[in-house]
């Protein structure tokens, strides 16, 4: 089965470079190819053994895209994606905003070809997921095209899973779910974990994951990644908006989230005189702490909002989000007060695909309202200083991050150790800190002592990119706050 997969990658990356030399990158194959898939697997699913009602209309089905050739092709299958852009549920998430990328028919009629070779339902679900996780995989490190921002590094995103500890007919939600890995860790977790029943299975497939992404291209990648690991049928676990725009009213026993870099949301508008502008968006919500434009502040207090009571967060936050004043730090305080903030990991630079950012995960449980404060104690993980991690020659693996899975003690948290990296502070003492701030590191950094420990250039020029990033974007903020009236 391992060579079945990794013969059906090659081809279809083979493919893949013809194309990009007519200019169709990879985010946009990708894209082509999960329309194509989508409608191979439906036509597969009519057919014996499953005999079931095709999702898609005659005139639009698989059988009629193989029936044309040339430019009555290119014309049909552009109307197709049109059509079935109107759809509802998982199908109209799919093919929503839909086009055809690939103008050559000739090239078009090849690829439907090599995707018609091969019996899709016939694969192994495990085969059909490790396919497309490649291709994921391959969009992310494509950085030209923007799209590492929604790809969360793989061993970041297992670490999380292994010590939030999933359970059967746990609900789960990600309001920012980019392609869907935190929901593909948590049900590859699930199933290997515990022994299902049938209700336990029917639970995962359908009920389990609720997820939220504003951009429409990752939330169709969303959910066809979902549908070929066997998880949703015909209503789509993923809803294209803006999850901050309101409180859904739903509720969840767990919520794995990393929301989008960059600290503020905005809309593009009109004015007056027709030129596009762009206007920061500000959340009035009553269930919100602070109203602010910090889109990481934003979605830090939606989490809360999402929680059941006892509910478990797992949130990838940047640094400015442990420190920051006005709105921060009324976030910081209400949330260590109205939930337990018990753990912090601190992440290393280097990992994520989007540079200009160091970031943290932050774990926090929801309860039940109390004159007292719920945090007693924040346990902080240093996994930053003397870390040194690339996107190529030095990635972040699993193994990486076993120390901090051990020290968290999932099995029971209550019962820790404190380490060289791993220490704890007493919530008297945070909460007296400048502006309650969480942003603590003790370690000494041995590359400021020693020039001989400096790392690698390459490590060297991402941290001098991150820098300058940050610095940017203090400069357009304060520019920001100079503009107004």
């Known amino acids: 089965m391992a060579t079945e997969s990794s013969t059906i990658v090659q081809r279809l990356w083979n493919y893949c470079n013809v194309l990009r030399d007519d200019g169709v990158s990879y985010g946009d194959y990708v894209e082509q190819l999960t329309y194509l898939l989508f409608l191979k697997m439906a036509d597969e699913q009519t057919k014996p053994p499953f005999e079931k009602k095709s999702v898609i209309p005659k005139s639009h089905d698989w059988q009629a895209l193989l029936s044309k050739d040339g430019d009555a092709l290119e ?126 299975k029917k639970f995962l497939r359908n009920k389990t994951f609720k997820g939220w992404e504003i951009v429409d291209g990752a939330a169709r990648l969303c959910v066809m990644n979902l549908y070929l690991h066997g998880i949703g049928d015909q209503e789509s676990p993923v809803v294209v908006a803006d999850s901050l725009a309101a409180d859904p009213g739903d509720r969840f026993e767990m919520v794995l989230t990393n929301p989008p870099f960059g600290k503020k949301s905005s809309i593009t508008v009109v004015n007056g005189e027709g030129k596009s502008e762009k206007e920061t968006l500000v959340y009035e919500r009553q269930d919100f702490w602070a109203t602010t434009s910090n889109k990481q502040l934003n979605f830090l207090q939606h989490v809360k909002t999402l929680l059941k009571i006892n509910g478990k967060a797992a949130v990838v936050v940047p640094d400015n989000v442990l420190f920051e004043g006005g709105a921060g730090e009324t976030v910081r305080k209400k949330l260590m007060s109205e939930c337990e903030v018990h753990t912090l990991l601190r992440l290393p630079t280097g990992i994520f695909y989007a540079q200009g950012v160091k970031a943290n995960v932050l774990f926090f449980d929801r309860k039940p309202a109390s004159e007292k404060a719920w945090t007693k104690e924040l346990w902080i993980y240093d996994f930053r200083t003397n870390m040194h991690f690339t996107l190529k020659t030095n990635t972040l693996k699993l193994d990486d991050l076993n120390d901090f899975v051990k020290c968290f003690n999932p099995k029971n948290r209550f019962i820790r150790k404190e380490s060289e990296r791993f220490r704890k502070f007493k919530y008297e003492d945070l909460i007296q800190r400048d502006k309650a701030s969480l942003d603590i590191l003790w370690l000494k950094d041995d590359s400021i002592e020693d020039s001989a420990n400096l790392p690698d250039p390459e490590i060297l020029a991402a941290d001098i990119a991150e820098n300058l990033e940050t610095a940017l974007q203090q400069f357009r903020d304060i520019g920001g706050q100079l503009n107004k009236p």
């Open 75 to 200: 014309v049909h299958y552009r109307r197709t994606l049109e059509a079935l852009g109107k759809s509802t549920g998982m199908l109209g998430v799919i093919f929503r905003k839909s086009q055809n990328k690939i103008q050559d028919p000739a090239k078009l009629k090849r690829l439907i070809q090599l995707i018609n070779d091969e019996t899709w339902i016939g694969l192994d679900i495990d085969v059909k997921g490790e396919i497309y996780e490649g291709l994921l995989q391959k969009n992310a490190e494509d950085i030209k095209s923007g799209a590492g921002q929604y790809f969360t590094p793989r061993a970041l995103i297992q670490a999380i899973v292994a010590v939030m500890q999933p359970k059967p007919k746990t609900s789960i939600a990600d309001p920012a779910c980019g392609t869907g890995g935190f929901f593909l860790a948590a049900h590859d977790y699930i199933t290997k974990k515990h022994d299902l029943d049938k209700e336990d």
